[in-house]
C-alpha cells in the first residue's frame, strides 16, 4: 500500500498515543486518525460512527475480538423474548436483561426465591455425595392469574464452586389459557353430543332442541364467556339461514329473513356463502352488520361444518368493542363443528323412517365419523403450534377417547324406535263418532308420514285427502271444505303457515294441527299461528295416541 493510494480514510487505532502518531504521520493528509485507550472505549467509538480501518497491535487483536464477540452475544441476550437472569446466594439479581426487568416486581421476586431453593438444594445435593450439579424447573401463578415457568442453573466458578444461579423465565399465560379453551372445548362437545338415551326417549323433537339450546348456551359461556349468540340452519333447497336456536337475541333480530348470499344478507349470510369465519370488531363501522342485541360494540361469526359443507352459522356478540380475538375464531370454529354435529344427530333421529333401529344405527354412525374425524384435525392443528406443551397433547389424546364414548353413547341411543310409533292394526276398529266421517287434509312431502296418517285416520272412519306439498294444499282448500287439516311446516312451494293462513281464509272454525320434523319454525310459523287459534303441534316423531288425542281435543266443539 502506498501513501497516495489511501485517500479519506476515517481510522481508530486500539494503542498508546505513540501507535497513533506513527500511524497518521504515515498515512498523511487527509486521513483522520482517531486512538481508543481501551476496548471498551473502541466499542463506543465504533457504535456511535463509522470507520474505515481499525488498527491493533497483533498481541491485543484476540481479546478485542473476543470483546466484541461478548457484546453481540449480550445484544442477543437483550432482544430474546424470555426473562434471563443471574441472582446471587443472597438472593439478589447479579443481572438480568431487560425482558426480566419488564417483569413485575412480585415476579422478579419469586425467581429470586427459586434460585435460593435451587443453590439450597445443590448444597444438600453435595452433602448427600450426588454427583454432577442438577438444574431446577418451576411453575408459579403471580398477578392476575398469570402464568410463568422457569429454569434454574447452577453456574459453577473456576474453582469448581457455585455461587450463582442462571435463570431463564417464560410468560406462559396464553399457553395456559390455550390449554384452558382446548378444554372448554372437549367438555363443551361432550356436553352437547352427552344425549342420554333413556331421557331423550320421554322428549319430543322440541323438547330435544330445547334441551340442546340449554347445552349450546352453558357452552357458550364457558368457552368464550359471552351470553349472546343465534344458531341458524342453511335450507339448501332455498339458500335459507332459518333461526333454530337463540339467547339474548331480539325479537326484531330473530324475525330477519337472511339468506346465503355475500351481499345484503348482514355478516351471517356473507359468512354462509364465502365459508369463512367473520370479526366485526365494530358494529358501527361495518356496513354488512344488521341489529342483533341492544347496544352490540362486536360480533364473531363462523359457518357450521359438516361433511365438508356449510349447513349454518353460528353468531356470537358482545357490548363490548373489539371483543373477539383470533384465539376465538379459532376456539368458536371448533366448537361450530360440535354444534353441527349435535343438530345433525337430532335431526336425523327426528327424520329417520326405517322401522329397524339397526338401520337408524348405522345412519347415524355413518353420518358422525367424519364429523368427529374433523373436529379432531382441527384440534390437532393447534397443538402443532404448541410443539412442547406436552400437557396440551395429553389433553389432545383424551379427547380422541371421548370420540370413541361419543360413538358408543349414540349407539345406545340410536337404539330407541324413529319415526311414528305406537301404530297398531287398524282392522276391526270400532267406529269414533266424534271421527267418523270427518274430511281431514293431510299435507306432507314425505310419502312415508304422509300414507301413515291417512292409513290411521281412514282406519277411524275419516274421508282423508294427501297432498304432497303446499301448492297443492291450497288447491284442496279451494276446492273443498275441510273439518280438519294437518300440515307439516317445512315444504316445497307453501309452507306450514301459508296453509294454516289458507285454512282459516276459507273456514276460520276450520282446526288445524301443525307438524314439524325437527323443531325448525321457518318464518315462525308456530308463533304467529298459535296467536291466530292454531288447534296444536306435533314434534316429529310423534306416537300414533298422541296425534289421535290432539285430533279429539281439536274437533271437540268448545263449551258455551
Not at 441476550?77 to 443471574?86: E, F, K, R
Amino acid at each position: 500500500m502506498t501513501r497516495s493510494s489511501i485517500k479519506q480514510l476515517k481510522v481508530l487505532v486500539l494503542g498508546t498515543p505513540d501507535d497513533a502518531e506513527r500511524l497518521a504521520a504515515w498515512v498523511g493528509e487527509p486521513t483522520v486518525v482517531e486512538r481508543a485507550a481501551t476496548f471498551d472505549e473502541a466499542l463506543d467509538a465504533l457504535r456511535s460512527r463509522p470507520f474505515d480501518i481499525v488498527v491493533s497491535r497483533a498481541s491485543e487483536f484476540v481479546p478485542f475480538h473476543g470483546v466484541h464477540f461478548s457484546r453481540q452475544a449480550a445484544a442477543i441476550i437483550d432482544s430474546v423474548s424470555q426473562g434471563v437472569c443471574i441472582v446471587g446466594k443472597s438472593g439478589e439479581l447479579d443481572w438480568a436483561n431487560p425482558k426480566m426487568l419488564s417483569f413485575p416486581d412480585d415476579v422478579q421476586e419469586r425467581v429470586c426465591r427459586c434460585c435460593v431453593e435451587t443453590l439450597h438444594w445443590v448444597e444438600t445435593d453435595a452433602e448427600e455425595g450426588s454427583a454432577g450439579v442438577r438444574g431446577r424447573r418451576f411453575t408459579f401463578t403471580a398477578g392476575s392469574n398469570e402464568r410463568f415457568d422457569m429454569t434454574a442453573t447452577p453456574v459453577i466458578d473456576l474453582h469448581n464452586r457455585v455461587t450463582q444461579v442462571a435463570a431463564v423465565v417464560w410468560d406462559t399465560t396464553s399457553a395456559g389459557r390455550l390449554q384452558n379453551k382446548i378444554d372448554a372445548i372437549d367438555q363443551a362437545g361432550r356436553e352437547l353430543l352427552s344425549l342420554d338415551a333413556a331421557q331423550f326417549s320421554r322428549l319430543d323433537a322440541h323438547q330435544r332442541l330445547a334441551v340442546l339450546e340449554q347445552k349450546i348456551q352453558r357452552c357458550t359461556q364457558e368457552l368464550l364467556h359471552f351470553d349472546n349468540f343465534e344458531i341458524r340452519v342453511l335450507d339448501k333447497e332455498y339458500d335459507k339461514l332459518d333461526l333454530v336456536l337463540w339467547s339474548g337475541t331480539p325479537a326484531l333480530s330473530a324475525a330477519a329473513e337472511l339468506y346465503a348470499a355475500s351481499e345484503g344478507n348482514g355478516i351471517c349470510g356473507y359468512v354462509a356463502a364465502r365459508g369463512r369465519s367473520y370479526i366485526c370488531p365494530d358494529t358501527t363501522k361495518d356496513p354488512r352488520y344488521l341489529p342483533g342485541i341492544e347496544s352490540a360494540k362486536s360480533c364473531l361469526t363462523v359457518p357450521l361444518w359438516l361433511h365438508k359443507q356449510v349447513v349454518g352459522v353460528a353468531n356470537f356478540e358482545s357490548t363490548k368493542p373489539g371483543a373477539f380475538t383470533e384465539d376465538d375464531r379459532q376456539f368458536a370454529e371448533i366448537f361450530g363443528r360440535y354444534i353441527a354435529l349435535s343438530l345433525h344427530l337430532l335431526q336425523l333421529l327426528a327424520t329417520e323412517r326405517q322401522t329397524t333401529t339397526g338401520q337408524l344405527g348405522t345412519d347415524v354412525m355413518t353420518e358422525i365419523t367424519t364429523p368427529l374425524n374433523d373436529i379432531l384435525t382441527d384440534v390437532e392443528a393447534i397443538i402443532e403450534d404448541y410443539i412442547g406443551h406436552d400437557d396440551l397433547r395429553h389433553r389432545l389424546r383424551e379427547v380422541s377417547n371421548n370420540a370413541a364414548n361419543i360413538r358408543q353413547i349414540i349407539g345406545d341411543l340410536t337404539s330407541l324406535k324413529p319415526g311414528i310409533t305406537g301404530i297398531r292394526s287398524t282392522r276391526n276398529i270400532p267406529k269414533d263418532p266424534l271421527l267418523d266421517g270427518k274430511r281431514v287434509l293431510v299435507v306432507d312431502d314425505e310419502e312415508v308420514l304422509r300414507d301413515t296418517v291417512r292409513d290411521v285416520l281412514t282406519g277411524h272412519g275419516c274421508r282423508v285427502s294427501a297432498a304432497d306439498d303446499g301448492g297443492r294444499a291450497l288447491e284442496f282448500i279451494s276446492q273443498q271444505a275441510f273439518d280438519l287439516v294437518i300440515s307439516d311446516i317445512k315444504m316445497p312451494n307453501k309452507n306450514g303457515y301459508e296453509v294454516f293462513a289458507a285454512a282459516k281464509e276459507a273456514n276460520p272454525m276450520t282446526p288445524v294441527i301443525l307438524t314439524t320434523g325437527f323443531g325448525y319454525d321457518p318464518n315462525h310459523s308456530i308463533i304467529r299461528a298459535r296467536r291466530e287459534g292454531l288447534a296444536a303441534v306435533l314434534f316429529k316423531p310423534f306416537k300414533v295416541d298422541q296425534m289421535l288425542h290432539e285430533i279429539r281435543t281439536a274437533l271437540t266443539p268448545a263449551s258455551p
